[in-house]
């Protein structure tokens, strides 16, 4: 099973925020230190310190900056992109965790120029750029690194209203960098006056999750709790939960449309190319359409991160006018492929589980295709025969427990 982490963005999110939340949810402290000090980056210290808002107890984290001992908010060193990126790049970090962390720069370099009419090697950093934005997505990523997730979904952005004064002087609650940052993200406010997400966490949440809405069914295993800075009349905290995804029940989306007037072969060009975008299955249904007319209806399921993408490719490769959108669910048995020896070679075979049984097992079509024009045997019975080796196989190595059969 997949090991999630669902950000609660109740109250906002930003970059210390998370890195407490992270913290409270078990990354190691030690740990956290010792990546780092791999960056190379003097002049500052760390504050991880046990406390709480409004009785709910959590992480404060922080970054302090040495010459003045406080932790600042607004008050920056100006760096450039190329500076940035070069620190990220230089250091002993695991590559996962540099071209997460610069990609994340990136993002917030881009969303600056586009306010401000420049370039993104143009911008300079502020609020987003000096050390403690620096460390807090390093940290971040570090965190995540060390919590071994699979995947990351989020819930809608509690954005907040007002005024926040920054370099530029006095900006409207978002700031227009969050806004441009968080373009395709669900988002709302409560009237609630305070900037409640800053850039950094804007960015760091975009980049991370994979999914914006309510929390999807799975089964919870821990809870962290990360402070924000301010006291506001909601506890000012990011709840972040661990938890176990189910894989027999997801919740996926299908996208739908009808089609009466488009050339038929255009399909075998469309279909492989939906699934190397990411689609989980496409599929035509005959039906017979308005004006009697026949057609087909298309069917593409997907996860919902990639339905744009996907919508795109359809406005441009069919004739289609409009597509439907519906949320469904969908139970699977948990799958994986492995190789069986055969008196033709290796064969990979799919094998399927339901609470830890092997129910159902069959030869891949792809080997079984290539085999039989190598040897010159008829498919089916070389299907056959490799049916009858692989359940010889599995029933020799402990697997075969349970009914045979093909998936």
Known sequence: MDKVLYFDCF???????????????????????????????????????????????????????????????????????????????????????????????????????RIHGITPNEVHFHEVGAIDSIVDVTASLICMEDLNINKVYSSPLHMGEGFVNCSHGLLPVPAPAVLEILKGIPVYTTGLRSELVTPTGAALISNLAEYFGPFPEMIVEAVGYGLGDKDLEIPNLLRVIQARQNHSLQRIWMLECNIDDMNTQLYSYLFPLLMARGALDVYLTPLIMKKNRPGNCLTILCEEGIIDELEEILWQETTTLGVRRLQVQRRILERKLISVPTLWGPVTVKIAYHNGLLLKFAPEYEDLSRIAGEVGMPLQDLQAKVQQTAAKWLEEQGLLKSVHGKI
């Open 11 to 113: 109250a906002g999110i930003s970059g210390d925020m998370i890195v407490g939340a992270l913290l409270d949810l078990g990354a190691r402290e030690e740990f956290l230190y010792q990546q780092l000090r791999e960056l190379n980056l003097p002049g500052y210290s760390l504050r991880i310190e046990k406390n709480h808002k409004l009785g709910v107890w959590g992480i404060d984290f922080g970054v302090l900056l040495e010459e003045s001992g406080s932790h600042h908010e607004h008050h920056h060193s100006h760096r450039g992109l190329s500076d940035i990126i070069s620190i990220i790049g230089d250091s002993a970090l695991s590559e996962n965790v540099k071209s997460r962390c610069q990609d994340i720069f990136k993002h917030l370099a881009e969303a600056e120029a």
